[in-house]
């Protein structure tokens, strides 16, 4: 099953060692451009090899949005990862959006 992430479930377990919980739930995990930045910024040098590692697996890929108007409305209310990732889920059509916020 696909699945699109926010960065907080990524970054979450990545820091507590646990980033494979999401490899055995999914078989690919889709995170937009800024989910993708985000990532990159990890504070965690542990957490952050294991992010690229699942990068360079390629069971976390990322993807581009295709539909820029409802990401100007989602911006308005929400920050931009989490904006790309109810848009990046709604052009791919997967059933699954990992986001941990309320107002995502």
């Keep these: 099953m696909r699945a699109v992430s926010d960065t907080s479930p990524i970054s ?11 490899k055995s ?8 451009t800024a989910v993708s930045d985000e990532l990159r910024l ?3 040098p542990a ?3 294991s992010i690229e590692a699942a990068d360079r697996e390629k069971w976390i890929q990322s ?3 295709s539909n820029s108007h409802l990401l100007d409305i989602l911006s ?3 920050d931009r990862g ?7 889920a709604t052009d791919m ?12």
Excluded: T
């Design 42 to 44: 990890h504070p965690d």
């Design 12 to 22: 979450a377990l990545a820091s507590i060692g646990r980033l494979s919980l999401l």
């Design 82 to 88: 989490e904006a790309e990732a109810i848009v990046l």
């Design 25 to 32: 739930q999914f078989s690919e995990i889709w995170i937009p």
């Design 76 to 78: 308005l209310h929400l």
């Design 93 to 104: 059509k997967v059933d699954v959006v990992l986001i941990d916020e309320r107002e995502g």
């Design 63 to 65: 993807a581009s949005l």
């Design 47 to 49: 957490a952050l090899l």
